[in-house]
């Protein structure tokens, strides 16, 4: 080959290598959906917002949409259907569906530190004073209802033992209306309920008052769409922890208020509930959230209040949780 022939093809071996450059920077971002608890969502969702919002998914070349769904087991539901790519799911209810229906869901990131609380409207209500009252959940079997298992538990008492009023995310709303005195809550409920009502929202308990090793959420999909688009997840994942760095950081106060108004709150009152969820540390940003400790906690529990149906296997923590997809995703933001 001459020298003229073989500058030439390697002009043209560039044209190509540049234009294939070129169409992937020009390739159209992976599509996924996401779907979050709650009907308007609750604030353990709002890092996805924040990740739509602020372009974060947009900037690690996924285009997600976030669907809110009634309660967080319906958007686990959603999932296993494959109606949605992955979701925000409460962890005991997780722990069920794995255990007792051999459901191929795993967990990729978590929220370790659940906020829910017992709240009555009612003054001098005992915290075991609850036997055939009506309590306000999700739905029955939703995290709510799950959560209102774990506040009875020391009081000798079961679910079955009190009347659960479905009400999806709108527990407060009833409370302000007067429709129930007693519900299972998040801690951005009792600003707003004592605000709409000028009365103080007796917290009976706590859910660390009950658990100290508590799971509230896994980011869970189905292990077999994991494996065949793992990059898109992986992507998707690095997008929601920079969002958890954005909420967490002071100096974005103001705008995490704004977009914390698609929960039904308002601006002013969210920038009241924000500090309150980072002191309790909601939303991991220096680990994947998936603490072995803390999630075989909720197995042993699930187990022991009977979630996990008798004869059923408790699923195991490392059939449960793939800690690889957060190692990859940290890696990108590095």
Known sequence: MTTSARIACGCMLLCFSAGG???AADAPPERLTMAVPGVPPVFSGLVAFVARDQGFFKKHGVDVEVRPF?????????VVAGGVDFSLSPTAAIVRMVSNGNVDLVGIWGMEHADWLLGSTEPGRAK???KGQSVGVDSVGGARAVALGEFLRPCGLKVEDVKLVSLSSNVGAAMIGGQIKLGILHIDDIPVIEEQTGKPVTVLATYRDVDTLTHYNLVVVKRDRLKQRRDAYVRAL????????FANDPRNAARMAQIATVTGRTAKLAGKILPRLEK?????????????ANI?????????LGGI?????????????DGSVWKDASALLE
């Open 21 to 23: 450059a070129a169409r």
């Open 70 to 78: 009634d309660s967080g087991v319906a958007t686990a539901q959603a």
């Open 128 to 130: 075991c004073d609850l």
């Open 238 to 245: 690095a997008a929601i922890v920079e969002a958890v760095r």
């Open 280 to 292: 309790i540390e909601f939303w991991p940003a220096k680990t994947d959230g998936l603490s072995r």
């Open 296 to 304: 075989e906690s909720v197995v042993k529990t699930e187990k022991q």
């Open 309 to 321: 149906r008798p004869g059923k296997e408790p699923v195991s923590y490392d059939r449960l949780v």
